[in-house]
């Protein structure tokens, strides 16, 4: 339970601070984690990324002002961190469908976005089928991109799995493949806040042709989760799963290592029986 109070730690000091400066770092350390990871971890759980929950959240305080006071809109453009007047009327107006001038008036219909709360989910209708297994260190040969995350991950991600497919490369890397799980997976290599690698490669002892390198995962403690469906949709409600019932309850914590998304290389990934995994990196809290 300490992972959720942790995590509303950190959301009080967003709440707190939405009419001044936030700072991801700082938030984050109430979270006890890095300021990428804190943000992963509230896109996860909240289905929305962090920064557009804090505009949306400042944009319904802004409303709620401009329906109960005289506020000037330059005054609120200042106080909710916008550079212009202009640019708090573009953002205003592309959430609430009226300029902040029509706001003032009475009967114009707004939208209120709340305060999130993280509680822990019992749900119990749908099991995760998982197993927790220590591994030494092993290679990983493959194809390498950096970007700057999380808000790029998606079309980072996406765009190198496309290119290696149509350039045949994924069979190149499936071909190389001598360890388990067989397949291409991906790995999620956060360096520091907003610095992320991410690398499409399979487990093998064999040296990397051109163009590949090779990448070693330390020995870790994993919480490997079985997984069966198509991978997009699949994996996007695995990953807030795992963040909102399994971690929280688990006697784990997050060990902010590398993740792993393994996925066999044979197979259709659109398919209802398409079975794949995801491996987390995690520290037991609890003896």
Not at 9 to 22: K, R, S
Not at 140 to 148: A, P, S
Not at 186 to 208: A, Q, R, W
Not at 233 to 259: H, M, N, V
Request: aromatic share 12%; net charge negative.
């Amino acid at each position: 339970m300490e992972y959720l109070h942790r995590m509303n730690d950190a959301l009080d000091y967003i709440e707190n601070n939405l009419a001044g400066e936030i700072d991801y770092e700082l938030a984050a350390s109430k979270a006890y984690c890095s300021a990428f990871y804190f943000q992963r971890m509230f896109s996860f759980i909240a289905d929305v990324t962090l920064s557009e929950y804090i505009r949306r959240r400042r944009l319904t305080l802004a409303a709620f002002e401009l329906q109960n006071s005289k506020v000037k809109i330059i005054d609120l453009a200042i106080k909710y961190g916008y550079d212009s007047p202009d640019s708090f009327t573009r953002a205003f107006q592309k959430l609430h469908g009226v300029t902040p001038s029509k706001a003032h008036n009475t009967g114009i219909a707004l939208k209120a976005f709340p305060r999130i709360t993280f509680h822990i989910s019992i749900k119990g209708d749908v099991e995760m089928d998982y197993k927790i297994e220590e591994k030494e260190a092993f290679k990983v040969v493959g194809i390498k991109r950096h970007y700057k995350g999380p808000e790029d991950n998606a079309s980072v991600v996406g765009s190198l799995w496309d290119e290696l497919n149509e350039k045949g490369l994924l069979k190149v890397i499936s071909d190389l493949s001598t360890g388990a799980p067989k397949g291409v997976h991906g790995f999620i290599h956060v360096l520091g806040d907003e610095e992320v690698d991410y690398m499409i490669g399979s487990i093998s002892d064999k040296e990397p042709p051109e163009g590949m390198l090779i990448q070693v995962i330390p020995k870790s403690t994993w919480a490997i989760f079985e997984l069966t469906g198509p991978v997009n949709s699949t994996l996007e409600i695995a990953w807030k799963r795992i963040f909102t019932e399994w971690l929280p309850t688990s006697g784990y914590k997050y060990a902010e290592a590398i993740d792993i998304e393994c996925f066999p290389y044979e197979g259709f990934k659109g398919a209802e029986d398409y079975k794949f995994e995801i491996w987390l990196p995690v520290i037991r809290t609890q003896v």
